[in-house]
């Protein structure tokens, strides 16, 4: 293996250029997602005990919403009810893990490329394998931020349902004595934002896999017809 040798000229081209910014969108992709928490608020009034208190379900990533429960400020049953026994619906932590774990992945993958684009660029270009290597994994990056990313979408559109005012209707005191009224839901901002770069780390893969494909055997013409030449068959002359 040759010896490690830097050359910056590689990120001035699009392969590595692009990979770059695949780096820069993956740390956006997963950091918007994996670091959200928020919290859903509901207003109790309890006719009988001329009550008014708000009760919070505290939520996050992975989003298992089944695992947030309800509870009072102070800590206290609001209108007798133990509200901890209730919680939001839905477990989102499938589709949420397998965008960030993805993320993560591609976040790593691409500070590899990178130290071989930079560092033995030689070896990138001269060995038949590594630039395939890097095109079949590039191809499969695009089309998993496509699953993972949609997957995730429909997810975040299913927990914007859970925590919004639909909520109200799937807690059982809240149709009976007690008065329930919808307060408010953190902004998911972050959350579509981390859609918004899902996509774009799909257009920045498939985009790269043509300059990935230049690099490979398969775009380069091989060197048989040179060797052969070589051999002692001349080329035919003209008349």
Same mark, same amino acid.
């Given at each position: +293996?040759?010896? @490690?040798?830097?050359?910056?000229? *590689? ?12 780096? =820069?969108?993956?740390?956006? &992709? ?24 708000? =009760?919070?379900? /505290? ?8 695992? &947030? #429960?309800?509870? /009072? $400020? *102070?800590?206290?049953?609001? %209108? ?13 932590? #499938? ?53 993972? !990313? ?12 859970? !925590?919004? $005012? ?7 005191? %809240? ?6 009224? @919808?307060?408010?839901?953190? #902004? +998911? ?6 859609? =918004?770069?899902? @996509?774009?780390? +799909? ?12 690099? !490979?055997?398969? $775009?380069? *013409? ?5 060797? $052969? ?9 003209? =008349?």
């Amino acid at each position: +293996m040759s010896s @490690f040798q830097l050359n910056i000229n *590689p990120l001035k081209e699009p392969l590595g250029f692009i990979k770059v910014l695949e780096w =820069i969108a993956s740390i956006f &992709a997963f950091a918007t997602c994996g670091g959200f928490k928020g919290k859903t608020e509901i207003q109790v009034t309890c006719p009988k005990l001329n009550e008014n208190k708000t =009760i919070t379900a /505290a939520f996050g990533y992975p989003f298992r919403l089944n695992e &947030a #429960s309800f509870q /009072a $400020h *102070p800590d206290v049953n609001v %209108c007798n009810v133990n509200w901890k026994s209730y919680v939001l619906i839905g477990d989102y932590s #499938s589709s949420a893990q397998f965008y960030v774990t993805f993320a993560v992945f591609v976040f790593l993958y691409c500070i590899a490329a990178l130290l071989l684009y930079v560092g033995y660029t030689s070896l990138y270009r001269d060995n038949r394998k590594l630039p395939m290597i890097d095109f079949v994994v590039t191809l499969v990056a695009a089309f998993l931020w496509l699953v993972s !990313t949609s997957a995730w979408a429909k997810a975040l559109t299913d927990i914007k349902i859970a !925590t919004g $005012h639909g909520i109200i209707k799937e807690l059982q005191p %809240c149709n009976q004595e007690v008065m329930c009224y @919808f307060g408010s839901v953190t #902004s +998911m901002g972050s959350l579509n934002v981390s859609v =918004i770069f899902g @996509f774009l780390n +799909m257009i920045l893969w498939g985009g790269n896999a043509w300059f990935v494909y230049k690099e !490979t055997s398969l $775009h380069s *013409p091989s060197n048989t017809s040179t060797s $052969h030449s070589q051999g002692g068959i001349p080329p035919p002359s003209g =008349i």
